[in-house]
């Protein structure tokens, strides 16, 4: 229905998170299934997630059945890539029916012109990581990255990624990032007087700002370490959550 609101998490980093987390995670699901009209997964999903022609990460199954039941019910669920899980693709989007994006996207949202994007590579600094970015995201990276075992190229992931153990607070590289995306999309909301809310993903840290009157922008934070998420409901201010409490962050 579309007066229910929009319900909207990231950098949830299953297979990086103890697995009460992930229960914890099906169970939000299993929630907005009877009490959004969408959901919107903005990166990250996964800790590592690339598919090869036949072969899928193992794992996640009661997060993927739960996904796939909330299509089922007719529910759009929007998948964003994240620098995790940029690799996602059609099993995602033909097995479990999730709309699977790589790429920024703009459009109404429960009446708002809103802007979608996980943060990866956006603004000021961190070239070092943009070099990276383009590298591994290239086709021929992925093209040798598909020849190796599976197993493999698991275990490169696992010793690339730096989020298992990061359930304290935000540390200082997370902060500066976070002060970086937030001025990006103070930005972009200055620049274009007709967009209404920015969301990005990727610091790991729940902010929501009312940057002008009625114009927001909005952080979901994560699931790492905080279990976070937002809801967007028609005609009312973005509000953001946390599911331990079932209370405003």
Known sequence: MESLPVYLSGDVHLGA???ETERAY???LEHCGHAASRVIINGDLFDFWFEYGSVIPRGHTRVL???ASLVDSGMDVLLMGGNHDWWGGSFLRDEIGVSFSRDPLTFQLQGRKTLLAHGDGLGAGDLSYRVLRFLLRGAPTRFAFRWLHPDVGAWVARRVSQTEGR???PIAKQEARARVLEQWAVDRLKEDPELDLVVLGHTHIPV???????RHY????DWVANQSYAVLSPQEPPQLMDWRDR???
């Not at 929501?208 to 009625?214: A, T």
């Not at 909005?218 to 934070?221: K, S, T």
């Open 65 to 67: 059945g739960a996904l």
């Open 26 to 28: 099906v169970s939000w």
């Open 218 to 221: 909005l952080n979901a934070g």
């Open 167 to 169: 359930t304290g607070e």
């Open 17 to 19: 998170v103890p697995v």
């Open 247 to 249: 209370d405003r962050f």
């Open 208 to 214: 929501l700002r009312e940057v002008e009157d009625g």
